[in-house]
Protein backbone atom coordinates (compact mmCIF):
# COMPACT_ATOMS: atom_id res chain seq x y z
CA UNK A 1 0.00 0.00 0.00
CA UNK A 2 2.73 2.37 1.02
CA UNK A 3 4.27 1.96 -1.93
CA UNK A 4 1.69 2.27 -3.92
CA UNK A 5 -0.33 5.04 -3.10
CA UNK A 6 3.23 7.20 -2.70
CA UNK A 7 2.10 9.18 -0.01
CA UNK A 8 4.52 11.53 0.07
CA UNK A 9 3.56 12.88 -3.14
CA UNK A 10 0.34 14.44 -0.78
CA UNK A 11 2.01 15.25 2.55
CA UNK A 12 4.64 17.58 2.99
CA UNK A 13 5.48 15.85 6.07
CA UNK A 14 5.56 12.05 5.04
CA UNK A 15 8.97 10.98 3.86
CA UNK A 16 9.37 8.96 0.57
CA UNK A 17 9.79 5.43 1.75
CA UNK A 18 10.24 2.40 -0.08
CA UNK A 19 8.53 -0.52 1.74
CA UNK A 20 10.64 -3.63 1.13
CA UNK A 21 8.05 -6.35 0.62
CA UNK A 22 10.54 -9.23 0.85
CA UNK A 23 9.62 -11.76 3.80
CA UNK A 24 12.91 -13.39 4.27
CA UNK A 25 15.10 -12.06 7.11
CA UNK A 26 18.84 -11.89 6.30
CA UNK A 27 21.65 -14.22 7.19
CA UNK A 28 24.00 -13.30 9.86
CA UNK A 29 21.24 -11.90 11.92
CA UNK A 30 21.69 -10.37 15.40
CA UNK A 31 19.16 -8.90 17.79
CA UNK A 32 19.64 -7.22 20.80
CA UNK A 33 17.84 -7.88 23.86
CA UNK A 34 16.95 -5.27 26.49
CA UNK A 35 16.76 -6.82 29.95
CA UNK A 36 16.38 -3.81 32.08
CA UNK A 37 17.18 -0.13 31.95
CA UNK A 38 18.98 0.01 35.24
CA UNK A 39 15.74 2.16 36.69
CA UNK A 40 13.03 -0.01 36.71
CA UNK A 41 12.87 -4.07 36.87
CA UNK A 42 10.83 -5.74 34.82
CA UNK A 43 8.55 -8.09 36.63
CA UNK A 44 9.55 -11.89 37.00
CA UNK A 45 6.72 -12.50 33.95
CA UNK A 46 8.30 -9.96 31.42
CA UNK A 47 11.80 -11.65 32.35
CA UNK A 48 10.95 -14.99 31.45
CA UNK A 49 9.05 -13.95 28.14
CA UNK A 50 12.58 -11.83 27.20
CA UNK A 51 14.44 -15.36 28.23
CA UNK A 52 12.15 -17.05 26.14
CA UNK A 53 12.76 -15.06 23.13
CA UNK A 54 16.26 -14.81 23.50
CA UNK A 55 16.29 -18.78 23.81
CA UNK A 56 14.43 -19.39 20.41
CA UNK A 57 16.87 -16.57 18.38
CA UNK A 58 19.93 -18.36 19.92
CA UNK A 59 18.58 -21.70 18.36
CA UNK A 60 17.47 -20.51 14.86
CA UNK A 61 20.41 -20.85 12.33
CA UNK A 62 21.82 -17.94 11.02
CA UNK A 63 20.11 -16.17 14.18
CA UNK A 64 22.53 -14.47 17.61
CA UNK A 65 21.14 -12.88 20.38
CA UNK A 66 23.22 -9.68 21.76
CA UNK A 67 22.81 -8.54 25.44
CA UNK A 68 21.52 -4.23 24.55
CA UNK A 69 22.33 -2.22 27.52
CA UNK A 70 22.52 2.02 26.81
CA UNK A 71 23.66 3.50 30.07
CA UNK A 72 21.40 3.95 32.88
CA UNK A 73 22.57 7.86 32.95
CA UNK A 74 21.13 7.88 29.15
CA UNK A 75 17.84 5.93 29.65
CA UNK A 76 16.63 8.21 32.56
CA UNK A 77 17.79 11.23 30.95
CA UNK A 78 15.45 10.35 27.46
CA UNK A 79 12.64 9.66 29.61
CA UNK A 80 13.08 12.86 31.66
CA UNK A 81 13.08 14.53 28.15
CA UNK A 82 9.69 12.76 26.92
CA UNK A 83 7.85 13.23 30.35
CA UNK A 84 8.69 17.20 29.66
CA UNK A 85 7.65 17.01 26.02
CA UNK A 86 4.61 15.13 26.89
CA UNK A 87 3.69 17.92 29.00
CA UNK A 88 5.30 20.89 27.32
CA UNK A 89 1.55 22.86 27.03
CA UNK A 90 0.14 21.71 30.10
CA UNK A 91 -1.27 19.08 28.69
CA UNK A 92 -4.04 20.98 26.60
CA UNK A 93 -3.49 18.57 23.85
CA UNK A 94 -3.66 15.27 25.96
CA UNK A 95 -7.20 16.96 27.35
CA UNK A 96 -8.84 17.97 24.15
CA UNK A 97 -8.12 14.64 22.78
CA UNK A 98 -9.79 12.67 25.76
CA UNK A 99 -12.73 15.15 25.86
CA UNK A 100 -13.44 14.22 22.24
CA UNK A 101 -14.57 10.73 23.54
CA UNK A 102 -15.58 11.72 26.89
CA UNK A 103 -13.18 9.33 28.73
CA UNK A 104 -11.71 10.06 31.66
CA UNK A 105 -7.71 10.81 30.98
CA UNK A 106 -5.21 7.72 32.45
CA UNK A 107 -4.14 8.75 35.63
CA UNK A 108 -0.32 7.68 34.48
CA UNK A 109 -0.75 10.53 32.35
CA UNK A 110 -1.04 13.51 34.81
CA UNK A 111 2.03 11.85 36.80
CA UNK A 112 3.90 12.83 33.82
CA UNK A 113 3.05 16.33 34.83
CA UNK A 114 3.58 16.03 38.47
CA UNK A 115 6.78 14.79 38.34
CA UNK A 116 8.28 17.92 36.20
CA UNK A 117 6.53 19.95 38.45
CA UNK A 118 5.16 21.93 34.90
CA UNK A 119 2.18 24.55 36.18
CA UNK A 120 2.25 26.11 32.74
CA UNK A 121 2.70 25.65 28.74
CA UNK A 122 6.35 26.30 27.99
CA UNK A 123 7.75 29.29 26.48
CA UNK A 124 9.10 29.19 22.99
CA UNK A 125 12.40 29.29 24.03
CA UNK A 126 12.16 26.54 27.22
CA UNK A 127 10.64 23.97 24.00
CA UNK A 128 13.69 24.66 21.69
CA UNK A 129 15.78 23.95 24.61
CA UNK A 130 13.99 20.83 25.07
CA UNK A 131 14.54 19.90 21.42
CA UNK A 132 18.48 20.69 21.31
CA UNK A 133 18.20 18.23 24.04
CA UNK A 134 16.28 15.34 22.48
CA UNK A 135 18.31 15.94 19.55
CA UNK A 136 21.77 15.25 21.74
CA UNK A 137 20.01 12.45 23.40
CA UNK A 138 19.23 10.77 19.75
CA UNK A 139 22.55 11.04 18.70
CA UNK A 140 24.42 9.77 22.03
CA UNK A 141 21.54 6.97 21.46
CA UNK A 142 22.77 6.01 17.72
CA UNK A 143 26.35 6.63 18.98
CA UNK A 144 25.66 3.48 21.43
CA UNK A 145 23.83 1.58 18.80
CA UNK A 146 26.51 1.95 16.22
CA UNK A 147 29.54 0.78 18.76
CA UNK A 148 28.77 -2.67 17.78
CA UNK A 149 31.06 -4.59 15.76
CA UNK A 150 27.82 -5.42 14.21
CA UNK A 151 24.89 -3.18 14.76
CA UNK A 152 21.95 -5.70 16.08
CA UNK A 153 19.22 -5.49 13.07
CA UNK A 154 16.31 -5.24 15.75
CA UNK A 155 15.63 -5.03 19.86
CA UNK A 156 13.42 -7.29 22.01
CA UNK A 157 12.13 -4.56 25.28
CA UNK A 158 9.62 -4.72 27.44
CA UNK A 159 6.62 -2.40 26.74
CA UNK A 160 4.38 -1.98 29.71
CA UNK A 161 5.77 -4.08 32.36
CA UNK A 162 2.41 -5.56 34.06
CA UNK A 163 -1.74 -5.55 34.12
CA UNK A 164 -3.14 -2.80 36.31
CA UNK A 165 -6.53 -2.89 38.16
CA UNK A 166 -9.19 -1.03 36.64
CA UNK A 167 -8.46 2.92 37.83
CA UNK A 168 -5.27 1.68 38.92
CA UNK A 169 -3.42 2.97 36.11
CA UNK A 170 -0.99 5.87 37.48
CA UNK A 171 1.12 2.10 38.45
CA UNK A 172 1.68 1.48 34.97
CA UNK A 173 5.48 2.36 34.21
CA UNK A 174 6.24 3.91 31.06
CA UNK A 175 9.91 3.60 31.37
CA UNK A 176 10.20 1.36 28.05
CA UNK A 177 7.92 3.61 26.20
CA UNK A 178 8.66 6.62 26.14
CA UNK A 179 12.26 6.58 25.20
CA UNK A 180 10.85 4.79 21.84
CA UNK A 181 8.82 7.85 21.50
CA UNK A 182 11.44 9.89 22.61
CA UNK A 183 13.73 8.26 19.52
CA UNK A 184 11.10 8.15 17.08
CA UNK A 185 12.04 4.45 16.67
CA UNK A 186 9.07 1.84 15.23
CA UNK A 187 7.71 -0.21 17.13
CA UNK A 188 5.95 -3.35 17.10
CA UNK A 189 4.06 -5.47 19.98
CA UNK A 190 4.62 -9.13 20.29
CA UNK A 191 2.14 -11.00 22.65
CA UNK A 192 4.84 -14.35 23.70
CA UNK A 193 3.22 -15.69 26.73
CA UNK A 194 1.11 -15.20 29.76
CA UNK A 195 1.49 -15.09 33.43
CA UNK A 196 1.66 -17.87 35.44
CA UNK A 197 1.96 -17.46 39.15
CA UNK A 198 2.44 -20.63 40.03
CA UNK A 199 6.23 -19.61 38.94
CA UNK A 200 5.96 -15.68 38.40
CA UNK A 201 6.57 -15.40 41.89
CA UNK A 202 6.85 -12.41 44.25
CA UNK A 203 10.30 -9.79 43.86
CA UNK A 204 11.86 -8.45 46.94
CA UNK A 205 11.61 -4.69 46.88
CA UNK A 206 14.66 -4.79 48.92
CA UNK A 207 16.50 -5.12 45.77
CA UNK A 208 15.32 -2.50 43.82
CA UNK A 209 16.57 -0.06 41.69
CA UNK A 210 15.03 3.79 42.42
CA UNK A 211 11.91 4.21 44.07
CA UNK A 212 9.84 3.98 41.21
CA UNK A 213 11.27 0.30 40.96
CA UNK A 214 10.05 -0.30 44.28
CA UNK A 215 6.17 1.29 43.73
CA UNK A 216 6.65 -1.25 40.52
CA UNK A 217 7.74 -4.04 42.66
CA UNK A 218 5.55 -3.52 45.81
CA UNK A 219 2.10 -3.39 43.10
CA UNK A 220 3.74 -6.54 41.06
CA UNK A 221 2.74 -8.56 44.56
CA UNK A 222 -0.11 -7.17 45.17
CA UNK A 223 -1.10 -8.89 41.92
CA UNK A 224 0.78 -12.08 42.07
CA UNK A 225 -0.25 -12.98 46.46
CA UNK A 226 -4.48 -11.73 45.09
CA UNK A 227 -4.11 -13.96 42.10
CA UNK A 228 -5.72 -11.17 39.87
CA UNK A 229 -3.70 -11.62 37.08
CA UNK A 230 -3.56 -15.26 36.86
CA UNK A 231 -3.36 -16.10 32.38
CA UNK A 232 -3.14 -12.28 31.73
CA UNK A 233 -0.99 -12.12 28.40
CA UNK A 234 2.55 -10.75 29.02
CA UNK A 235 3.81 -9.16 25.74
CA UNK A 236 7.53 -7.49 24.34
CA UNK A 237 7.92 -5.06 21.75
CA UNK A 238 10.54 -4.75 18.73
CA UNK A 239 12.17 -2.09 17.73
CA UNK A 240 14.63 -0.75 15.84
CA UNK A 241 16.50 2.81 14.46
CA UNK A 242 14.16 5.19 12.57
CA UNK A 243 12.96 4.34 8.82
CA UNK A 244 13.37 0.83 9.22
CA UNK A 245 9.59 0.01 9.48
CA UNK A 246 9.56 -2.73 7.56
CA UNK A 247 12.42 -4.57 9.13
CA UNK A 248 10.32 -4.84 12.26
CA UNK A 249 7.72 -5.95 10.84
CA UNK A 250 9.02 -8.39 9.43
CA UNK A 251 11.12 -9.81 12.20
CA UNK A 252 8.20 -9.90 14.46
CA UNK A 253 6.06 -11.68 11.56
CA UNK A 254 8.76 -14.71 12.07
CA UNK A 255 9.19 -14.31 15.70
CA UNK A 256 5.45 -14.82 16.25
CA UNK A 257 5.77 -18.04 13.94
CA UNK A 258 8.43 -19.41 16.04
CA UNK A 259 6.36 -18.55 19.39
CA UNK A 260 3.79 -20.46 17.47
CA UNK A 261 5.64 -23.59 17.08
CA UNK A 262 6.36 -23.90 20.93
Not at 14 to 22: A, G, N, V
Not at 98 to 115: D, H, Q, R, T, Y
Request: proline fraction near 7%.
Amino acid sequence: IVNKCKPWEYDVKCLEYHWDSKTALHDNYNVGIWYTDGIVTPPPSVARALKKCEEIINSAPGFKAVRWAPDTELNSSIYQVGSEIYGADHMEEIKKDFAVSGEPMLKVLGNLISENGVCKPLSVNEWWAIGKRKYDLQQRYLDYYRSFDKCPDVIIAPVTLMPFRPDENENMSLNYLVPINVLNFPSLVVPVTEVDISIDREVDPNSALSEMDRVEMEYWNGLIEDGSIQGFPVALQVFSPRYKDDEVCKFGHWLAKELGRL
